[in-house]
């Protein structure tokens, strides 16, 4: 069975200082990974996905994640937080037989 | 904006009632998915068109169902609904030249938020 855990349901930095969010997947087979961001009373965005090419995934705004198969995690990170990266954030993993499981969120919130 | 549109954007009903969202893809999609987003339940796969044939199904209720049309729009439609049923409901679409595939981007509506009283 495919599951995806956020380990954290909020996490808070300061602006400038760095972002962790962190995901671990379980699956059966090669997943697709992906972070989608969620600002208040919007849709979700993609920020970036995994698709078996390189391990180190580069996204919009200066977000990236990189896929480790030994620790089965895709944890989400950015040099240096914004205020505007206040949002919720979501990892999701498909695999085979077509459904998308997103993880349950982590809300981010930038102090300044 | 994401290309996909959702109809209506608000809908306030009472239990026990029939209701229809409407999502139009982003030119060229072929899939169609549908989710369904609460507080406790958080973000939940509901079920994925393909080119007008259902492609997956996850936690949908047999209260609800959904099609897609030729023109790829679709439709979810809510029967009986509770007081639980309350929720956003998204509709996201992807582009479908490689069959639906896990590696495809799906592109996310603004949603149509469902108060059931």
């Known amino acids: 069975a495919q599951s995806v855990t956020q380990l954290d349901s909020h996490v808070s930095v300061s602006e400038g200082t760095p972002v962790l969010l962190r995901c671990n997947y379980s699956?059966?087979?090669?997943?697709?990974l992906f972070w989608y961001v969620q600002h208040p009373n919007k849709g979700l965005q993609l920020l970036l996905k995994?698709?078996?090419?390189?391990?180190l995934v580069k996204g919009i705004n200066g977000f990236e994640a990189e896929f480790k198969k030994s620790e089965t995690s895709f944890h989400l990170t950015k040099p240096s937080a914004h205020m505007s990266d206040a949002a919720e954030y979501f990892c999701?993993?498909?695999?085979?037989?077509?459904?998308?499981?997103f993880g349950a969120g982590t809300r981010l919130f930038v102090k300044a | 904006d994401s290309g996909v549109t959702q109809t209506p954007k608000h809908l306030i009903t009472a239990t026990g009632q029939r209701v229809t969202l409407r999502c139009s893809p982003r030119?060229?999609?072929?899939?169609v998915y549908w989710y369904q987003q609460s507080l406790d339940q958080g973000l939940q796969f509901l079920i994925q068109?393909?080119?007008?044939?259902?492609?997956a199904k996850g936690n949908i209720l047999e209260r609800f169902s959904a099609q897609q049309f030729p023109d790829l729009h679709s439709e979810l439609n809510l029967s009986s609904l509770e007081l639980g049923d309350s929720a956003l409901y998204f509709c996201?679409?992807?582009?479908?030249?490689?069959?639906?595939?896990?590696?495809?981007?799906?592109?996310f509506g603004p949603g149509t938020r469902l108060t059931v009283l």
């Open positions: 996201a679409s992807s582009g479908g030249t490689s069959g639906g595939a896990n590696t495809d981007t799906q592109y």
């Open positions: 699956s059966s087979y090669s997943p697709s």
């Open positions: 995994y698709t078996s090419a390189a391990t």
């Open positions: 999701v993993v498909r695999t085979g037989g077509f459904k998308t499981i």
């Open positions: 030119s060229g999609d072929l899939s």
């Open positions: 068109y393909y080119n007008g044939e259902e492609r």
